[in-house]
């Protein structure tokens, strides 16, 4: 027995009443909220407006999920269609199975059609977005600790993963936690794309591309741990042909677009500087008119209108003074 390890929940859902609770959609739920918070500030600060990212995250989220389990039950068909299994089991998300590369690729597409209605460069928001969706991806991988589910290889390391489930072919024991190590580096990949976006100024989708390869090369050594059923190609499984591929096109999209393209954006949304601007001109010119009433208020000046009794008296020294003559001043 094992004395230090992570413990597996006794089951991933918990109902109320008759509503199902699943911490696999929770956590998926979480991260979204992440991702659109995240991204808004990150947007607004580039010198967007404030809602843009939530109104193009309502189509991206839905197509992300959907690419996602299209490209896992794609890859995975023999779970669904082969003799003895129910297809039906295709559309039951809430039992995991969601694959990060269709999710990013239609997830992309619903991004890109949001943009175009309005009216804003797609690569601009997905640097806005980039290291929220990173964060998510650290977040909903616990969704796979809730069902028990894609884990490494046996290991006695003390921060080893207690399998206890037998279903689906499971064998109860403790694992390497590849759920984990995937959080983490997700996490690590985040913060590297604020700092270098800070730092270099990124535009024009390279730091939605550094995401993009940072992620890949997790994704690779990490996806070699697992020992879940996967389809190979040379001794290799599928996703690690997937990462390498996706990891080559990402570092060529960022060598080409910083040749062609250098640089950040300078108006990511049209219509928010001018927003801005307009609202700074109306505070400028209302600026003298406040001057002017200020000035009404505080009377006259006294370095320009003179004192009245000083006036008097001056004027009827003037007319008791002889005709030829003037004061004499001391």
């Known amino acids: 027995m094992e004395l230090a390890y992570i413990p597996s929940p006794s089951r991933g859902v918990l109902y109320l009443g008759p509503i199902p609770l699943r911490g696999y959609a929770f956590c998926i739920i979480i991260g979204v909220f992440v991702a659109v918070w995240l991204g808004n500030r990150r947007w607004v600060a580039r010198g967007g407006r404030s809602g843009t990212v939530a109104d193009i995250a309502v189509w991206a989220v839905p197509f992300g999920l959907v690419g996602g389990r299209l490209y896992h039950v794609i890859t995975d068909y023999e779970l669904y269609f082969s003799p003895g299994r129910d297809w039906v089991d295709a559309f039951k998300v809430w039992q995991g199975g969601l694959g990060i590369w269709g999710a990013i690729a239609l997830g992309a597409l619903g991004a890109w059609i949001g943009a175009r209605r309005r009216g804003v460069p797609m690569p601009a928001y997905a640097d806005a977005v980039a290291p929220g969706i990173a964060f998510a991806q650290a977040i909903g991988r616990w969704g796979n600790w809730f069902n028990q589910e894609l884990y490494g290889r046996e290991t006695h390391v003390p921060w080893a993963l207690h399998i206890t489930s037998s279903e689906g072919g499971r064998v109860p024991g403790y ?62 499984r599928l996703n ?23 640089g950040r954006e300078a108006v990511v949304e049209p219509g928010a500087s001018d927003a801005v601007a307009d609202g700074t001109q109306e505070a400028v010119e209302t600026e003298p008119e406040a001057k002017d009433t200020d000035t009404e208020k505080a009377g006259p000046d006294p370095d320009l209108d003179p004192d009245p009794v000083e006036a008097a008296v001056e004027a009827k020294d003037e007319a008791g003074a002889e005709p030829g003559t003037s004061r004499s001043k001391t």
């Open 175 to 236: 694992y390497h936690p590849t759920f984990l190590y995937e959080s983490l580096w997700c996490i690590g990949v985040g913060f590297l794309v604020i700092w270098a976006d800070r730092r270099f100024k990124l535009g024009h989708g390279r730091a939605f591309a550094l995401y993009v390869a940072a992620y890949c090369v997790g994704r690779g050594w990490i996806e070699y741990m697992r020992v879940d059923d996967a389809h190979h190609i040379l001794g290799l």
């Open 240 to 262: 690690d042909w997937t990462a390498m591929i996706v990891f080559l096109l990402a570092v060529a999209y960022m060598v080409v677009s910083s040749k062609l393209r250098p």
